[in-house]
Nanobody
Framework: QVQLVESGGGLVHPGGSLRLSCAASEFTLGGYAIGWFRQAPGKERERVSCISSHDGSTYYADSVKGRFTISRDNAKNTVYLQMNSLKPEDTGVYYC???????????????????WGQGTQVTVSS
């Protein structure tokens, strides 16, 4: 397993923006597919976005498409999730996860990821 640390969560008004970061200190994220997942109270974990390692392909859930952008900064060994036009339904704990995956990350739903961060809370409220 690898150690992942998320940051960037917080309280924001509807329509606002946040940028979440997923960092690793003891391994190179570039060789891993990275996924972002979220879980709201009383709800199941939801796959939000992912970025593949071998071709950089990305996936977005329909609920965030056009508002969220996932990206890598290999120099900083960090993966970001830029979240714009936030809605109250985006509220939840956001987790990043890493795994060496053979296929484009879009085909993996979550349980295939072996390493998870501790999560960062995002609250969208007026």
């Amino acid at each position: 397993q690898v150690q992942l640390v998320e940051s960037g969560g917080g309280l924001v008004h509807p329509g606002g923006s946040l940028r979440l970061s997923c960092a690793a200190s003891e391994f190179t994220l570039g060789g891993y597919a990275i996924g972002w997942f979220r879980q709201a109270p009383g709800k199941e974990r939801e796959r939000v976005s992912c970025i593949s390692s071998h071709d950089g392909s990305t996936y977005y859930a329909d609920s965030v498409k056009g508002r969220f952008t996932i990206s890598r900064d290999n120099a900083k060994n960090t993966v970001y999730l830029q979240m714009n036009s936030l809605k109250p339904e985006d509220t939840g704990v956001y987790y990043c996860a890493a795994e060496r995956l053979a296929l484009q990350c879009r085909v993996y739903t979550g349980h295939e990821f072996g390493s998870w961060g501790q999560g960062t809370q995002v609250t969208v409220s007026s």
